[in-house]
């Protein structure tokens, strides 16, 4: 997939480390512009430190926050010319069984994963719909981190099941109204990824039973998920939306 991405500008939520940060570097290799996001400035600055400065932009914030999206938008045509991919990665958990959570505990992870989504979604999505009026018909890519917790469920996290199931349906609706403008909108479903978000299930009391349902018998880790990300985002895919890829290790399976 080397160079497969030249001389496009993609924006990846929670860029400062695991998966985000696994994305930037791919999307770099394949010969992207990049603009991380993410809310721990500091980790962000890190991890784009090492990073071609004429070809990556940071951005520090919440994806909760409607007008960064915007703001970054602008920021990144501003300095690159032009968006052509969005990763809405960022996310947090808050694990709790159904009686015990809290009305905050729900709010908080829906509000990162769908409401965030969202908001990046509209943003990425409004530039590339004025492109595509003005008679670029070059289109875009949108990618949506979802998760098999979306599809099967996961005990102690409803609200991260709920949030990720909620993208499914964000994912479907965009592709099916922006289709015609050549605009793709696609998610992915991981598995067990090994990040910090995943200790908990990867820890010696739930490891054993976890690996059991993964046909491949091994977690993933986070390099090896991010090519199916970056597929989506390339030309390989270009016929290609509304589809959720499972990158999982036969961990849901579906006809």
């Not at 990556?56 to 690159?80: E, I, K, Y």
């Not at 908080?108 to 009026?133: N, Q």
């Amino acid at each position: 997939m080397t160079e497969q991405l030249k001389n496009r500008t993609c924006i990846v939520t929670g860029a400062a480390q695991g998966i985000g940060r696994a994305i930037v570097e791919r999307c770099l290799a394949m010969g992207a512009n990049v603009v991380g996001v993410d809310m721990n400035k500091d980790a962000l600055n890190a991890a784009f430190a090492s990073l071609p400065p004429d070809r990556v932009m940071t951005a520090t914030g919440t994806v909760v926050d409607p007008d960064l999206a915007d703001q970054v938008v602008g920021d990144a045509v501003a300095r690159f010319g032009s968006v052509d991919g969005l990763v809405n990665n960022a996310g947090i958990i808050r694990p709790a069984m159904i009686d015990k959570m809290t009305d905050r505990q729900w709010q908080e992870v829906i509000d990162v994963h769908l409401t965030g989504s969202f908001y990046w979604t509209r943003a990425v999505g409004r530039h590339l719909l004025a492109r595509a009026k003005e008679g670029d018909r070059s289109g875009g890519a949108i990618v949506n981190i979802s998760s098999e917790g979306g599809r099967k469920g996961a005990i102690g996290q409803i609200n991260y099941a709920a949030a990720k199931a909620g993208l499914l349906g964000m994912t479907m609706t965009a592709a099916r109204e922006w289709g015609r403008f050549n605009i793709r909108v696609n998610s992915v479903c991981f598995g067990v990824v090994e990040t910090t978000m995943t200790e908990v299930l990867r820890s010696q009391k739930f490891r054993e039973s976890v690996l059991n349902q993964i046909p491949l018998g091994r977690f993933a880790d986070s390099g090896e998920v991010t090519q199916a990300v970056c597929f989506l985002l390339s030309d390989g895919a270009s016929y290609i939306t509304g589809q959720h890829l499972g990158v999982s290790g036969g961990f849901h399976m579906t006809s």
